[in-house]
């Protein structure tokens, strides 16, 4: 983990591990700093002598929202001039005296493209991982680097937008994770994008997302002949009330021969609820062609071969066991839920996978953190320097 003060040792911290192909960078900053970080990362790193060797590269920002500024006594006291973004950029830099030199002046947000379409990421990269902050507008000039790659075949992004924004074509992907930040599934050609921009796309996983009710009965994905492996989540809340049957029909337009799909393993990823507190759910169906065909039914074109967790009769159990425990502790502290509030609302079910992280495709997974503020030891305090 660096700060921007440390980011200066980075160069030195990586060079004697000649031999390094994989590497993770993790810094901890103001949002504000972000894009002078992520350009100056690669400027330091392209120097490396073994730069082009790396395969796998991530870079993961944790950074404060706009809005922490707020929390600063000598910035609510500035004059709103004093705000504009190169002047907030300025005041910001003085936290970090070291580091002034080597980010340089503000990069205005016209000249980012420019900047990171001169960036060359690592001849031999293989996946790159990114967990960009706030000054990142999803697919922007952030991945000019990645676009310019001829060799990025697994590409993972966290904290997208949904309907997906995606400006440019990435035609060496094969392996695709979206985070999409636990924001609701409601439209399903808000994937649509994806069959122009990633044609070659072979596997997609999407974590943290939430199907709305009106699209967690069918899977209404883009046509992706390509595509041969999903990993989603749960259709529904509580997994216990979605069993196979239902999870087979949510897949049925992912198996429209007309179509030419060639899905072959779909995972569902779900949480559910015990008196030990929030579960996680996953279930893995391998599909093939029926041996024995009946062309009268449709669906006994396909064969489904489920494993992991598919025990729904002691999921449901288990979910009523936990939902009479927090109806009796509700009475025992003499609680009153809200109107149309359930039993046992106050535990979130996302608190089982409250880490997150970035899936590279083929099991492998970065911890980030769930939090923008990562438990490091070195605090980031509110800037509160004396002006010069």
């Given at each position: 983990?660096f700060?921007l003060?440390?980011?200066?040792?980075?160069?030195?911290?990586?060079?004697?591990?000649p031999?390094?192909?994989?590497?993770?960078?993790?810094?901890?900053?103001y949002?504000?700093?972000e894009r002078n970080?992520?350009?100056?990362?690669?400027?330091?790193?392209?120097?490396?002598?073994?730069?082009?060797?790396?395969?796998?590269?991530?870079?993961?920002?944790?950074?404060?929202?706009?809005?922490?500024?707020?929390?600063?006594?000598?910035?609510?006291?500035?004059?709103?001039?004093?705000?504009?973004?190169?002047?907030?950029?300025?005041?910001?830099?003085?936290?970090?005296?070291?580091?002034?030199?080597?980010?340089?002046?503000?990069?205005?947000?016209?000249?980012?493209?420019?900047?990171?379409?001169?960036?060359?990421?690592?001849?031999?990269?293989?996946?790159?991982?990114?967990?960009?902050?706030?000054?990142?507008n999803?697919?922007?000039?952030?991945?000019?680097?990645?676009?310019?790659?001829?060799?990025?075949?697994?590409?993972?992004?966290?904290?997208?937008?949904?309907?997906?924004?995606?400006?440019?074509?990435?035609?060496?992907?094969?392996?695709?994770?979206?985070?999409?930040?636990?924001?609701?599934?409601?439209r399903?050609?808000?994937?649509?994008?994806?069959?122009?921009?990633?044609?070659?796309?072979?596997?997609?996983?999407?974590?943290?997302?939430?199907?709305?009710?009106?699209?967690?009965?069918i899977?209404?994905?883009?046509?992706?002949?390509?595509?041969?492996?999903?990993?989603?989540?749960?259709?529904?809340?509580?997994p216990?009330?979605?069993?196979?049957?239902?999870?087979?029909?949510?897949?049925s337009?992912?198996?429209?021969?007309?179509?030419?799909?060639?899905?072959?393993?779909?995972?569902?990823r779900?949480?559910?609820?015990?008196?030990?507190?929030?579960?996680?759910?996953?279930?893995?169906c391998?599909i093939s062609?029926?041996k024995?065909?009946?062309?009268?039914?449709?669906s006994?074109?396909?064969?489904?071969?489920?494993?992991?967790?598919?025990?729904?009769?002691?999921?449901?159990?288990?979910?009523?066991?936990?939902?009479?425990?927090?109806r009796?502790?509700?009475?025992?502290?003499?609680?009153?839920?809200?109107?149309?509030?359930?039993?046992?609302?106050s535990?979130?079910?996302?608190?089982?996978?409250?880490g997150?992280?970035?899936?590279?495709?083929?099991?492998?997974?970065?911890?980030?953190?769930?939090?923008?503020?990562?438990?490091?030891?070195?605090?980031?305090?509110?800037?509160?320097?004396?002006?010069?």
């Open positions: 983990m700060t003060d440390t980011l200066l040792d980075l160069y030195s911290a990586v060079s004697i591990f031999s390094l192909r994989s590497l993770t960078v993790q810094i901890f900053s949002w504000i700093l970080a992520y350009y100056t990362l690669f400027r330091i790193l392209s120097t490396l002598p073994f730069y082009n060797d790396i395969d796998d590269l991530a870079f993961i920002w944790f950074g404060t929202e706009a809005e922490w500024y707020n929390d600063i006594e000598k910035y609510r006291l500035l004059p709103e001039t004093e705000k504009s973004t190169v002047k907030l950029y300025d005041w910001t830099m003085k936290q970090y005296p070291k580091a002034r030199e080597l980010l340089g002046p503000l990069i205005p947000e016209d000249q980012f493209p420019k900047k990171m379409g001169d960036l060359r990421l690592p001849k031999n990269l293989q996946a790159y991982r990114t967990n960009l902050g706030p000054a990142a999803d697919f922007d000039s952030h991945f000019l680097p990645v676009v310019n790659s001829a060799s990025i075949q697994t590409l993972a992004i966290h904290k997208v937008a949904y309907p997906l924004k995606i400006a440019f074509d990435f035609p060496t992907v094969k392996n695709l994770t979206l985070n999409l930040d636990y924001k609701l599934i409601y399903p050609e808000g994937f649509e994008v994806l069959k122009y921009r990633f044609p070659n796309l072979e596997s997609l996983r999407i974590i943290k997302a939430t199907w709305t009710q009106s699209v967690r009965y899977f209404c994905f883009p046509n992706m002949p390509m595509i041969t492996q999903l990993d989603i989540p749960w259709p529904g809340s509580t216990h009330k979605y069993k196979i049957d239902a999870l087979e029909h949510f897949l337009p992912m198996l429209n021969e007309r179509n030419q799909r060639n899905l072959e393993r779909c995972t569902f779900g949480t559910t609820c015990s008196i030990a507190g929030p579960v996680p759910v996953i279930a893995t391998t062609k029926s024995e065909l009946d062309i009268n039914i449709s006994n074109v396909w064969e489904f071969q489920w494993e992991g967790d598919i025990d729904f009769d002691q999921m449901e159990k288990d979910w009523k066991d936990w939902e009479a425990l927090e009796q502790e509700d009475l025992d502290s003499d609680y009153v839920p809200s109107e149309g509030e359930e039993p046992g609302s535990v979130s079910l996302n608190e089982a996978d409250q997150e992280y970035i899936d590279l495709g083929d099991g492998d997974s970065e911890f980030s953190g769930d939090s923008e503020y990562p438990e490091t030891g070195d605090e980031l305090y509110p800037v509160d320097t004396d002006e010069e």
